[in-house]
């Protein structure tokens, strides 16, 4: 089965740090996607940023970046310089060739000011 | 440039009453899903289509709810009648068949009493 896994419920930073969230993934598939997907308390849900599997460059946007271990099937994601606006809950997720999205539980970012 | 567009944003309905949630996908998108999350269950796809046919329903919960879209740029989900445990966040989303992001909606909060 397809799976993927957030193994960080909770995380808190202080504003201006740069913090890492964790996202391993499991799939005997060859051609996926990944996700990130930021979710603020207004409940909507919002893309960071997207990793194709074929691609060995991790992906990049802005103050985002991904690390992607495909052999180690692990996709994190750093935030840096992190700002007070980053505050959510931040899902991993993953796309199979069926446009199944398959997600994580989520973890809940916080940042201090 | 639109996003996805839901409506209602927040509900509150007495059990038993007949629930409308509407969306209107993003132009030229092909693909639209509608998603539930709860607290407990986390996101879940209760259906999707693609070019306005219904492709995976497995997701719908029970006979009480119902999907239909009658152009590529409109589609319901019917909840009949209505449970306190329906009681969650409906997001719609859509995708094009050409790129693999899935974008989604503000949600519709829906809260059955």
């Known amino acids: 089965a397809q799976t993927v896994t957030q193994s960080q419920p909770e995380m808190s930073v202080q504003e201006a740090e740069t913090v890492t969230l964790s996202c391993t993934y499991d799939?005997?598939?060859?051609?996926?996607?990944l996700f990130w997907y930021k979710q603020p308390p207004s409940r909507q849900m919002i893309l960071v940023i997207r990793?194709?599997?074929?691609k060995q460059q991790n992906a990049t946007e802005n103050r985002f970046s991904v690390n992607f271990q495909k052999a180690a099937k692990s996709f994190s994601l750093k935030i840096s310089d992190s700002q007070l606006g980053d505050t959510a809950m931040y899902f991993c997720?993953?796309?199979?060739?069926?446009?199944?999205?398959?997600w994580g539980a989520g973890t809940k970012l916080i940042i201090k000011p | 440039d639109a996003g996805v567009i839901q409506s209602p944003r927040h509900e509150v309905t007495e059990m038993g009453q007949e629930v409308t949630l509407r969306c209107k996908p993003i132009?030229?998108?092909?693909?639209l899903f509608w998603y539930r999350q709860t607290m407990m269950r986390g996101l879940e796809l209760l259906i999707y289509?693609?070019?306005?046919?219904?492709?995976?329903d497995s997701g719908m919960p029970e006979d009480r709810f119902s999907a239909k879209m009658p152009n590529a740029s409109f589609s319901t989900l019917k909840i009949q009648p209505s449970e306190p445990r329906d009681s969650a966040v409906y997001f719609c989303?859509?995708?094009?068949?050409?790129?693999?992001?899935?974008?989604f909606g503000e949600g519709s909060w829906l809260t059955v009493v």
């Open positions: 997720a993953s796309l199979y060739s069926n446009y199944q999205l398959i």
């Open positions: 289509f693609n070019n306005n046919v219904p492709i995976d």
């Open positions: 799939t005997s598939e060859s051609n996926y996607y």
């Open positions: 989303a859509s995708s094009s068949s050409t790129g693999v992001n899935i974008y």
């Open positions: 132009s030229g998108h092909d693909y």
């Open positions: 990793q194709e599997a074929y």
